[in-house]
């Protein structure tokens, strides 16, 4: 088609963009007949005929280089050919003819675009189809400038393991700390002198040269890129990172790498966490980075902060409703010493802290969503990452935080020691995935070293992990769900995943109500089994019916052989509360922390003892025995574990009677009063037991204002005389409130989740400010109180 375009130009034309002088005579060109044989010297294979070949013969000035790299010349006074789509092109002196062959070549660019658009979204279609995987790797690279032979933690070089070797070692670790009483300087800074006189001449000689060998920055800054090259991971996260700018930047980049940093925030620290990922997997979309508060100063105020953590959310390019937040963190060191443990909970909490603000300011934490995951990589310096994961969820319970789902489902990955030193073997780098979200495809084998690191082949102190990923489809998940779901009805002292929520209850339903009629009978709980591919005996699926059928739910009446989901769900609430709670390692390893006296028990004093070292935000000892009030345990009566972990379930879980009306799980006309409530289970008990206790005959008749308001007089601690006047106050709208019964009292309620629905309409009516103030806005209330507050 080219070609007869060509053939068939008029004798006077002018080429859309070109220049008047760019006009031509078809005689002055010299158009070839495309049966003709063109010229051997000139003549090449393009995409579609030799375009390209024309192009580079071109710009070579009349020179045109084969295949094999020959030059070749056109023969004098024979007139060169630019092959063309269907022949060749002639061309002589004039212009023109250059114009021509340019013709040609934007005929094929024209193409070729339209074959390359077409060709990626046939690619896009493709890539749709099959669910997202990716590869995560976390890599602890040793930072530069302490990446030192010479440090009292290696002396690769000398024999420090025997007995003896031990000995010396601590006598070193105890010189190299050694400071002047007066000063407060260190007595023996810089090498050699803090080995003087404990290790001989050849001894430090040894330490020397193998720092030479292996440990010298610039001897390892390139075995560290070859390293992660070598992984070949989507997204990377690199700790005690130091030279982001000036090297591993630039370096990856040049591979196809982006990626961000954050310092540490002690000014003599160079290193800090960074976060890489491949440009042609990932789109940036943002960061967030947090500086650990280790501790502050009660007189001054003044806060030391050590390490920190980065966080950052990225978009598929193929899926783009795929979202990942990675986090890359270093938690503070020496994981043997207890009371650095307490200092990494306090940072692990301020983490999960962050994490919940992120993904809320970007809508990535609906439990029902799952277009975001969550993984959390990096060196957590400790050897027990259950206890960490149990400490924060009580933090969270205790001081009434955010608890992102990511805090019950993170799975961390098996793995071998991940440091090897002379010094040490241990695990400590992890790679946590949200298991709810994410499926474990593979993970990279660890060696078992022999020898130290790092050395000729391992150029840092620790191992890289490296982990393959899948995200779950809607109906992995759901599936999931309800495996748990069963696994706690059939076998509830033996299971321990996490707890599922109210929405996580809701989404595993889908699987039971085959048919979306609302309701559950014998024969789909069979066939929903045998659709997981359960092995369950000829007894266990009647009994489990039974007691679906059997479980307490006010104003439902159950039709002969089906079960609906109010049932559903509170037949697993109560195998949760009856038999679960010991069953959940993360919670055991918690309760042992604060049971700092190992009698089995957590008295105020010792609550309060853990809150002030381990807790993010500052915490008074009235707050920590608050904690106890609302379990409804007397003054100086010590927790028990069933209590204290049923507490935190019930704090991260069951959100209260809001939440339960919102989800119309139970209509709010539907609910006659708050005993109804703490039966299904959809209010926390603490909260039921509270107003039970304090107003039994109102409670009983639904009077939610009286027990309101004797509530807030005992959470302010007013006089017992007030409690009727308060009580009186929220019922009758006409009457002012008791003083001290405004803003802190009721925000301080709805913290504690303990406001009923029916008391809210009466609280708008008579302060919506206050009500507003106290964060009880929103669609939750608004579902709850039919439309009462806007």
Request: proline share 7%; charged share 20%; glycine share 6%.
């Amino acid at each position: 088609q080219v070609h007869s375009q060509i053939a068939g130009l008029p004798p006077r034309v002018c080429l859309p963009g070109a220049s008047p002088l760019s006009m031509f005579s078809a005689h002055e060109s010299h158009i070839v007949d495309p049966r003709a044989e063109p010229f051997a010297g000139c003549r090449g294979k393009g995409l579609f005929g030799g375009g390209p070949l024309a192009a580079g013969w071109l710009l070579s000035g009349g020179r045109a280089q084969s295949s094999r790299g020959r030059s070749m010349a056109c023969t004098a006074g024979t007139p060169p050919k630019v092959p063309g789509p269907a022949g060749a092109v002639t061309l002589g002196s004039d212009a023109g003819a250059l114009a021509a062959a340019v013709a040609i070549l934007q005929v094929e660019v024209s193409v070729l675009r339209t074959q390359l658009a077409e060709n990626q979204e046939a690619l896009r279609s493709l890539a749709s189809a099959v669910p997202l995987e990716f590869t995560v790797a976390q890599y602890n690279i040793l930072a530069g400038y302490l990446g030192q032979n010479t440090q009292p933690w290696f002396l690769y070089g000398v024999d420090l393991n025997s007995a003896e070797g031990r000995d010396r070692r601590e006598a070193i670790v105890s010189k190299f700390y050694e400071r002047d009483l007066e000063t407060g300087q260190f007595k023996n800074k810089g090498w050699p002198h803090y080995v003087r006189g404990l290790l001989t001449d050849e001894e430090i000689q040894n330490v020397e040269t193998y720092d030479e060998m292996h440990f010298r920055w610039e001897t390892r800054r390139q075995r560290l890129v070859a390293q992660t090259l070598e992984l070949d991971a989507d997204v990377v996260s690199l700790v005690e990172c130091d030279h982001f700018e000036d090297f591993f930047q630039p370096a990856l980049s040049e591979y196809g790498y982006d990626g961000v940093h954050r310092k540490r925030p002690r000014h003599s620290s160079h290193d800090g966490c960074a976060i890489f990922w491949k440009r042609t997997k990932f789109d940036f979309v943002d960061q967030e980075g947090v500086d650990f508060i280790d501790r502050v100063d009660p007189e001054t105020g003044r806060m030391t902060k050590d390490r920190c953590a980065l966080l950052v959310l990225l978009r598929s390019k193929t899926h783009p409703a795929k979202r990942v937040i990675m986090i890359s963190v270093h938690l503070a060191r020496n994981p043997e010493d207890f009371a650095q443990e307490r200092l990494r909970t306090k940072q692990v909490a301020q983490v999960f802290r962050l994490l919940s603000d992120f993904a809320g300011r970007h809508s990535a934490e609906d439990p029902t969503g799952g277009d975001t995951s969550v993984l959390m990589c990096g060196d957590l310096n400790a050897t027990n990452f259950s206890k960490l994961r149990g400490l924060s969820l009580a933090l969270a319970a205790i001081t009434s935080s955010k608890v992102h789902p990511f805090m019950w489902d993170a799975q961390d990955v098996p793995t071998r020691a991940t440091s090897v030193t002379t010094a040490r073997n241990v695990r400590i780098d992890c790679l946590f995935f949200q298991s709810s979200r994410l499926m474990l495809i593979n993970c990279k084998f660890l060696p078992e070293l022999e020898d130290a690191i790092p050395n000729e082949r391992h150029p840092s102190d620790h191992l890289p992990l490296l982990c393959r990923f899948r995200f779950q489809s809607e109906l992995d998940r759901d599936m999931a769900l309800a495996r748990t779901w069963f696994q706690v009805m059939q076998y509830p002292t033996c299971c321990t995943a996490p707890p599922l929520t109210m929405e996580e209850q809701k989404s595993a339903w889908v699987i039971f109500d085959w048919n979306n009629e609302g309701t559950l009978t014998f024969t789909k709980l069979r066939r929903a089994a045998q659709f997981l591919a359960l092995q369950m005996d000829h007894e266990t699926t009647p009994e489990i019916f039974a007691r679906l059928r059997k479980a307490e739910v006010p104003c439902s009446s159950p039709a002969s052989g089906v079960v609906d989901f109010a049932r559903f769900s509170a037949a697993y609430e109560t195998a949760i509360h009856s038999h679960r709670n010991e069953q959940l390692p993360d919670l055991v390893e918690a309760f042992h922390a604060f049971d700092v006296n190992g009698d089995g028990k957590i008295a105020p004093e010792e609550l309060y003892a853990m809150l002030r070292e381990c807790s993010p935000i500052p915490v008074s000892e009235e707050e920590s025995r608050v904690f106890f009030r609302e379990m409804h345990v007397g003054e100086g009566v010590a927790l028990t574990y069933e209590e204290f972990s049923g507490r935190i379930i019930d704090s991260s879980r069951l959100p209260g009677l809001r939440t339960a009306c919102a989800t119309g799980v139970l209509p709010p006309r539907k609910m006659p009063g708050l005993r109804s409530a703490a039966a299904a289970r959809w209010l926390p008990q603490p909260a039921a037991r509270c107003f039970s206790t304090w107003a039994p005959a109102r409670f009983v008749q639904g009077g939610f204002a009286a027990a309101l308001g004797q509530l807030i007089c005992r959470r302010r601690g007013l006089a017992s005389q007030a409690a009727p006047a308060a009580a009186a106050a929220a019922a009758d709208p006409a009457r002012p409130l008791p003083p001290g019964c405004r803003r802190g009292c009721l925000a301080h309620a709805s913290r504690a989740r303990l406001l009923p629905w029916p008391a809210l309409p009466r609280l708008s009516a008579r302060s919506p400010v206050l009500v507003r103030a106290a964060g009880l806005g929103g669609a939750a209330v608004t579902a709850v109180t039919g439309g009462f507050l806007r």
